[in-house]
């Protein structure tokens, strides 16, 4: 059995546990508060020394860091059904739309961030949500101009079949809501949205359902 | 031929022409000044609504983006010399380090942040080393201990052959050395980038080396 230890409001952690579900794997959910800095403690550490989460730990006992390349070793060794498309020009769209989120979003957004503008700048709620916003719309801009003018683009990112995208996608949508990020310019992004928030692989990934969830 | 549009300083564009480098492939080269903001005029959106660097033109027209995703291409089209192990976890293991680094350092440390540092919370030059500095040492410090526990280190940061992690790492110490980074903790980071840096494919990408360095 897969153990995997998260957070249920974690961006990266909901990301993972879409894919893992997309590709029916079981799962052990240990979960570990950010906001309590459980990952910053000794026994969280031993699993990833970077503090974060999640980290899938193999039946073996190995211990994979990075929720897209967890994502990537899953789809390599339970190929069914593919999160990624079999073309290499359409790999590197899917790649690219994922690293749209998890490269220029997600990482100025997360909650470390947040509080060291807080510690640092003195940046207040309304600050913060400033920051946050402004992150969002600098790459959801050109997300949804790239979603609504490519063929490439069905139901969901690319096709009409979910993939490693609509995992960074579906996620950074809960961290949008949650800082009311108006979204009503994006319409394309708003519909894939949608249509995966209908598939249960993605219900039961989103933060409000977890065991740990506030 | 393909056609690398870039910029000399970017840290994403330094990774992905070592990897062009390690793969033998020649390119044409087109530079952007992020200073003057030439990634934000409509030639270059036209190629990257983004308006990030770098972008590979490939020969039938399509232009891909985001460096990892453009890098993962290129291994799956050329792949010799492979830039990722054979190995599902040992693949994973690269992804991961590679990550470390495009997800959790470069976002935040990038000309584009900095500048909005200084434009919406006032911060002067130390502000932004302090900044810089403080998200390289959050994560380089896992990343050492990671490097130096591992007997999957080698020469390089997976055994004795480049792969992307390295494209990734040494591009990310050039940007340190930019920002007068202490890396002298880091021991097995700093031999790890002093063997790439005899490699001709990573000294003919670096920064300094560049048509349009300054």
Same mark, same amino acid.
């Given at each position: 059995? =897969?153990?995997?230890?998260?957070?249920?409001?974690?961006?990266?952690?909901?990301?993972?546990?879409?894919?893992? @579900?997309?590709?029916?794997? &079981?799962?052990?959910?240990?979960?570990?508060?950010?906001?309590?800095?459980?990952?910053?403690?000794?026994?969280?550490?031993? !699993?990833?020394?970077?503090?974060?989460?999640?980290?899938?730990?193999?039946?073996?006992?190995?211990?994979?860091?990075?929720?897209?390349?967890?994502?990537?070793?899953?789809?390599?060794?339970?190929?069914?059904?593919?999160?990624?498309?079999? &073309?290499? $020009?359409?790999?590197?769209?899917?790649?690219?739309?994922?690293?749209?989120?998890?490269?220029?979003?997600?990482?100025? @957004?997360? =909650?470390?961030?947040? @509080?060291? =503008?807080?510690?640092?700048?003195?940046?207040?709620?309304?600050?913060?949500?400033?920051?946050? @916003?402004?992150?969002?719309?600098?790459?959801?801009?050109?997300?949804?101009?790239?979603?609504? $003018?490519?063929?490439?683009?069905?139901?969901?990112?690319?096709?009409?079949?979910?993939?490693?995208?609509?995992?960074?996608?579906?996620?950074?949508?809960?961290?949008?809501?949650?800082?009311?990020?108006?979204?009503?310019?994006?319409?394309?992004?708003?519909?894939?949205?949608?249509?995966?928030?209908?598939?249960?692989?993605?219900? !039961?990934?989103?933060?409000?359902?977890?065991?740990?969830?506030?």
């Amino acid at each position: 059995m =897969l153990t995997l230890h998260n957070y249920f409001r974690s961006s990266t952690s909901t990301r993972l546990r879409a894919a893992l @579900n997309l590709k029916g794997l &079981d799962y052990d959910y240990r979960a570990y508060s950010l906001l309590k800095k459980e990952t910053q403690k000794p026994d969280f550490l031993s !699993k990833n020394p970077a503090g974060l989460v999640p980290v899938l730990e193999l039946e073996d006992g190995v211990m994979l860091s990075q929720s897209l390349a967890i994502i990537e070793y899953l789809d390599e060794v339970h190929p069914e059904p593919p999160l990624l498309p079999a &073309d290499p $020009k359409s790999r590197a769209r899917v790649r690219a739309l994922s690293y749209m989120i998890a490269c220029e979003v997600h990482p100025l @957004n997360n =909650l470390r961030v947040l @509080n060291y =503008l807080a510690s640092e700048f003195d940046s207040d709620d309304q600050g913060k949500a400033a920051w946050f @916003n402004h992150w969002v719309h600098e790459t959801f801009q050109p997300l949804e101009s790239l979603l609504a $003018k490519s063929p490439d683009t069905g139901t969901y990112c690319h096709g009409d079949s979910p993939s490693l995208a609509d995992c960074c996608l579906y996620a950074q949508m809960w961290n949008n809501k949650r800082f009311k990020v108006d979204c009503s310019g994006y319409p394309t992004v708003s519909r894939i949205f949608s249509n995966l928030d209908q598939l249960e692989a993605f219900r !039961k990934a989103a933060p409000p359902v977890q065991p740990d969830a506030v």
